[in-house]
């Protein structure tokens, strides 16, 4: 029992360390509205009736998997985040549920374009929408629908029934966003988000310690 | 649904891996502010203070744990230190993981696995309160503070200097406990959570 070791193939090469991204002020950016997205409303679907739907799906097709975008946008020297409103209470970032076998880059593209352009969730995406997908940043973990999320699997013994993962959007130097008529879209410091979870829960408001690795390029003129 | 965008971390059991002792390693501070009153010092001769730390892994119950050095009987950090000016961040890492937890041997040159830095965080002030940004209209940030995350190989041996107990801390019990970890060690399970535990059983 020596100190021999064998040479691991996992220390990160040299271009994992990069971790730059760049980010382009928010004056950039063009903001308009469109009639909401058809479909069950967020607003009407009770407690009841959505916990009976997940419940059905979880036994059709077992681990609920979704997929969000974490958009960064520059203002005032300072990064700020792309987050939904909805009914001026619940804030929550653009991305939703991944179809049954869907992979997740073609699903988060899916779902952003559904919340932030034009394109209807179940149009068929012809010219689809260019998202620049990066890495996933961080995953969290249910162990029952209604409970909290964790940033780790739950016991073994315990099937998880939904996985939530985060993923680093590469915006354009500018764009549109279109967002539904019943959301706002706002910009958030992150300094307003840090440890805030009674405002933003627990997943928004650990973004800032995810994001801390990365080194913010602004781009302006 | 296992993605291909998750890295995948090996984690052994904490029985692999093996504790001795050596000689004690004292605090340069007795007390907080004397560490402040001290990096205020250094700050003047050698400017902003970067310090690496590192992320040791292990798994008991199929549970990821952290390696913590305990000071006393509440007090817990990881391994790590200042690196000196100029210093490359893998190197002084390195270097600190030796003096903190290697066999002082020379015919056991240790080969620690430096991996992924998973989070930064940054002191405005000559104060204890740190962020995982640089706050806005902070040019002179006094320390930047780097946490890396250290591949250990299948068994390893440790030596650990005595007057400091190492502990083996699952992220359940680490995950929104600031008052007991503080919120750079609190908030590593959301910084681990993008990886792809695999548990590597006995």
């Known amino acids: 029992m020596g100190l021999e070791m064998e040479v691991m193939s996992e220390a990160a090469p040299a271009a994992a ?12 950016y063009y903001f308009g509205a469109r009639d909401a997205a058809a479909g069950v409303p967020r607003g009407l679907e009770t407690a009841a009736d959505r916990a009976l739907r997940l419940k059905a799906n979880f036994a059709a097709h077992g681990l609920r998997t979704s997929v969000h975008g974490v958009l960064l946008v520059e203002l005032f020297d300072h990064p700020h985040l792309l987050l939904l409103q909805v009914r001026n209470s619940s804030f929550l970032l653009p991305g939703g549920r991944l179809r049954p076998g869907e992979e997740e880059v073609q699903g988060l593209k899916r779902k952003l374009s559904s919340k932030l352009s034009f394109v209807d969730d179940d149009q068929a995406i012809e010219e689809e929408d260019d998202w620049q997908i990066g890495e996933c940043i961080g995953m969290w973990w249910r162990s029952e629908f209604e409970a909290i999320p964790f940033p ?29 008529r019943n959301m706002k879209l706002l910009a958030v410091p992150l300094s307003q988000i840090h440890g805030n979870a009674q405002v933003y829960g627990p997943i928004i408001s650990g973004i800032p310690n995810l994001l801390s690795k990365f080194s913010f390029n602004v781009i302006s003129d | 649904m296992v993605s291909s965008s998750s890295p995948v971390v090996n984690v052994y059991p904490l029985a692999n891996y093996t504790f001795g002792t050596k000689e004690p390693k004292m605090e340069k501070d007795t007390s907080v502010a ?22 040791l ?54 080969n620690w696995q430096v991996g992924d830095c998973v989070a930064v965080w940054w002191r405005p002030n000559f104060e204890t309160v740190m962020y995982p940004y640089c706050p806005p209209h ?9 946490l890396f995350i250290v591949h250990l190989s299948e068994r390893e041996y440790f030596a650990v200097p005595r007057n400091l107990k190492l502990l083996a801390v699952p992220l359940f019990e680490l995950y929104d406990n600031v008052q007991r970890y ?15 535990f695999n548990m590597v059983s006995s």
């Not at chain 1, 739950?154 to 939530?164: N, T, Y």
């Not at chain 2, 902070?138 to 780097?146: H, L, Q």
């Not at chain 2, 503080?182 to 792809?196: C, E, M």
């Open chain 1, 17 to 28: 360390r990069e971790h730059g991204l760049d980010i382009y002020p928010l004056t950039r």
């Open chain 2, 57 to 110: 892994l292990v798994q008991e119950h199929n549970h990821p744990h952290i390696l913590l050095l305990q000071i006393g009987n509440t007090f817990c950090k990881l391994p790590g230190g200042r690196l000196k000016p100029g210093e490359n961040e893998i190197e002084g890492l390195k270097r600190k993981l030796c003096s903190k937890l290697a066999v002082n041997s020379p015919s056991f040159p240790p």
């Open chain 2, 138 to 146: 902070i040019t002179k940030p006094k320390e930047c503070k780097k």
């Open chain 2, 182 to 196: 503080g919120p750079v060690i609190s908030t590593i399970p959301q910084q681990l959570s993008r990886f792809q």
């Open chain 1, 152 to 180: 780790y699997m739950p016991p073994s013994f315990r099937a998880p029934k939904e996985c939530i993962k985060l993923f680093l959007i590469r915006l354009p130097m500018s764009r549109q966003f279109i967002v539904p």
């Open chain 2, 34 to 55: 004397d560490r402040l009153a001290r990096m205020k010092v250094n700050y003047m001769k050698e400017g902003m203070r970067t310090s690496v730390e590192a992320i």
